[in-house]
């Protein structure tokens, strides 16, 4: 019987929050041989929801959940975590300029990277989901401080990256496991470059890359579009912004980050900027690259060609980040 582990949902009374925290129970990011402790961090106010959501737990009898702890501290609810799942963010409401919500969520993520600093093994995967990502987790690395390391953290590009691997599926036709090596670049924003150059398709007559099987100009153009703007639509078709996509999304990812990564594929996951600076990004930003994951161990796919219209995204979407970083240190008087 396997020693359980500590993983910690943030949010998890909200919408992602529970469309997660089920199917963690059951198996579906840690396999079904770990049993689980969860950690369910939320705001007082919603601590009674979340106690409903605690009984529908109970009442699925999951055979690996070990135990489940709600708590509005973050931390006791980041007591020896291995793995993280940061979703409660601030929303942005109307009116609201982007420097009060960076400020509004710097203070949420300042508060639990300090307690994820001090209280998560140091081998604890945190990954952030609630928005703006990148940055939010930017700031929650820095208050954890130096015990932690870059390849502690991530923030969450997968939900584009599964976008993108439905919409190429559909065009052609084809179930999403022919369909390889897509990529996101950068922030998980509208800027976010949705690259289908290095993409493959097996179709009846053999491996194809994308870029033939569709036309380039739409995948560059009308393609994109669509997948950078996806959230906005499923908002105005459903009443309410993604929840079971953005959960399997930040199931897939930490799943892949913890189990590795599947062989003759890559995944977009945002990172700390590596200290070699691949494809001329530079430090200090949370950007999303394609990646391997062996053992734990995050890679960034190297050498890949990218044609003058991604690499010009690939600029802009880094200068959007370093903007955001600039307004969210003024924002928390970080030097
Ligand atoms: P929601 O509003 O339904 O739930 C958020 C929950 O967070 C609420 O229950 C709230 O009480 C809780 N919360 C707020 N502050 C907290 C704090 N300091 N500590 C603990 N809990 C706190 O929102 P939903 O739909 O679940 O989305 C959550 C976040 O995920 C949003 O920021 C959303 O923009 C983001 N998101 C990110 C995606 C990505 O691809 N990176 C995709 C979809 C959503």
Redesign the pocket.
């Given at each position: 019987m396997s020693t359980p582990i500590n993983v910690v949902i943030?949010?998890?009374?909200?919408?992602?929050?529970y469309a997660i925290m089920f199917r963690i129970a059951k198996g579906d990011v840690f396999g079904c041989n770990q049993k689980i402790n969860l950690h369910l961090?939320?705001?007082e106010?919603?601590l009674p929801a979340l106690n409903g959501c605690i009984m529908e737990l109970q009442d699925c009898a999951f055979p690996n959940l070990a135990g489940v702890f709600p708590t509005a501290n973050?931390e006791e609810a980041f007591k020896d975590a291995d793995a993280c799942f940061l979703?409660?963010?601030?929303?942005r409401k109307d009116g609201m300029d982007r420097s009060a919500l960076l400020q509004k969520n710097g203070g949420?993520f300042r508060?639990?990277g300090e307690a994820i600093g001090k209280f998560a093994k140091k081998t604890v995967k945190v990954l952030v989901?609630?928005?703006p990502?990148n940055t939010n987790c930017l700031i929650c690395q820095h208050y954890a401080g130096a015990s932690l390391k870059n390849e502690n953290f991530s923030?969450?590009?997968?939900?584009?990256h599964n976008r993108m691997l439905g919409e190429i599926a559909a065009r052609l036709n084809v179930t999403t496991d022919k369909v390889k090596k897509v990529i996101v670049w950068g922030n998980?924003s509208n800027t976010q470059v949705d690259d289908a150059s290095h993409a493959t398709v097996e179709l009846a007559d053999g491996v194809k890359a994308v870029y033939g099987a569709l036309p380039q100009a739409d995948l560059e153009g009308e393609f994109a579009q669509k997948i950078a703007t996806r959230?906005g639509a499923v908002i105005k078709a459903r009443g309410a912004?993604?929840?079971a996509s953005?959960a399997n999304?930040a199931i897939t990812q930490m799943r892949d980050w913890w189990c590795s990564t599947p062989e003759g594929d890559w995944v977009s996951m945002a990172i700390p900027v590596p200290d070699d600076e691949p494809y001329g990004i530079k430090k200090g930003i949370i950007y999303s690259f394609p990646v391997v994951v062996k053992q734990g161990v995050v890679e960034v796919v190297k050498g890949l060609e990218c044609n003058a219209h991604i690499q010009a995204g690939m600029k802009k979407t880094e200068d959007e980040l370093i903007a955001e970083k600039q307004a969210a240190y003024e924002a928390l008087n970080i030097q």
């Open positions: 943030t949010g998890a009374a909200g919408q992602i929050g961090l939320e705001i106010p919603a973050p979703i409660g963010a601030f929303p949420i508060v639990q989901v609630g928005n990502a923030a969450m590009t997968r939900l584009d998980h959230g912004s993604s929840a953005a999304a």
